[in-house]
Structure formats: C-alpha cells, structure tokens
C-alpha cells in the first residue's frame, strides 16, 4: 500500500454578506463582500508560502471568488470540483436563521446529522461520502504535493471528523470561520489532521 501522501488545505470561502443570517445552501449570486475579498487576498499570501500544485473549488460564487483570489498569490490555477460544493438544504435554502428556529426538523437536524437530512436535500452524510471522494481524488491526482480545496463549513467539518473518526453529531464541537483553513494529510487508506481552522485573516 502506497504511504505517499498529498497534504490538503481545506478553505473556508470567505465571508459574505448574507453569513449568519441566511442559509444560503446552494442558492445563487451570493457573492463576497469586501471584508471577505480582503480576507481572501490576505490568505492568498499565507497560502503563496506554501507553493500549492492547484486550487480545487466548489462551483458556488463564494467558493469560487475566493479561490480567484487565492490563485492571484499563488499563480496557481482553479479547478471546479462539484464534490466540494456546499449541502444541499433542499426546502431551508435561503430561509433566514430565526425563521429555521421555529422549524421541529431544524432542530432534529441540528441534534443528530448522523440520522437526520433537511427536507428534500442532502443527508450530511451523504455530503461526507462524496467531499472524501472528492478529496481522495485530489490526493491521487496531484501525489506528494499541496493542494488547496475552497469549500463550505459543513462540508469541512465532514471532512474533519471522517479524518478523525468521529461522529457526524460532534460536528457542533468544531469551529471553521470565513476563510479558516484546515489540513489533512491525506494517504491510502487514511487521514490525518494536521491543523484545524487556522490562517484566519
């Protein structure tokens, strides 16, 4: 079994202007607002040290603004991955956070994403099936080498506790903030986390 392994610098998009008020989801044309511009830019040189292979992006506008930026400092190129792309809350996307509160399901979801799934979307563990492919994919494509994914914070928090080998339901233990990276060390067979929400900017 190969023991090479690529190290993965999984990116929070950076913020926006709906970001704790909205469940955005997958909904269009949410974009960064400048302080989130300014935070990609600045993490964009953290990351430029680290002489990234490519910047692989979920296809949602945030994601993919900010790996523009990243990709200004690194002189690396973007490459779309739709295994990186954010939940699918199905009937909850765009709906505000207070709204969601009244809402029984939301609190299901919120107490058991091992079991639970927003109406008409995505299981959480559904969305960790297809980011670890999407990352393993990653590794096997650029062996040996530094790579950056851009994605949702869910979606890394899944990402996180499969490398870890925790329970989705720990999910609320961990914090990933707007532009917050993590990296695994990803080889045959397994993960290792190496850092978790750091280079905040």
């Not at 999984?10 to 997958?26: E, I, K, N, Q, Y």
């Not at 045959?188 to 190496?194: E, F, K, S, Y």
């Amino acid at each position: 079994m190969s023991r090479v392994e690529s190290t993965i610098l999984l990116v929070r998009h950076a913020s926006h202007p709906l970001l704790g008020r909205t469940l955005c989801g997958r909904m269009p044309g949410v974009s960064l607002d400048d302080a989130g511009r300014a935070q990609a830019a600045r993490l964009g040189a953290r990351i430029a040290a680290r002489a990234p292979a490519a910047i692989h992006t979920s296809p949602l506008e945030r994601a993919r603004e900010t790996a523009d930026l990243l990709a200004e400092a690194c002189g690396c190129p973007v490459l779309p991955c739709d295994g990186l792309n954010e939940i699918d809350f199905g009937a909850w996307s765009g709906q505000d956070f207070p709204a969601l509160a009244d809402d029984p399901r939301w609190t299901t979801w919120n107490e058991a994403r091992a079991t639970s799934r927003p109406p008409g979307g995505e299981s959480m563990v559904e969305a960790q099936v297809r980011v670890v492919a999407a990352l393993d994919g990653l590794r096997r494509r650029h062996p040996g080498r530094v790579v950056v994914a851009v994605s949702h914070a869910d979606v890394i928090k899944a990402a996180i506790l499969w490398a870890v080998g925790a329970s989705l339901d720990a999910y609320h233990r961990i914090e990933i903030g707007p532009a917050g990276v993590s990296a695994l060390a990803l080889r045959d067979g397994g993960a290792t986390l190496l850092s978790m929400n750091e280079g905040l900017a």
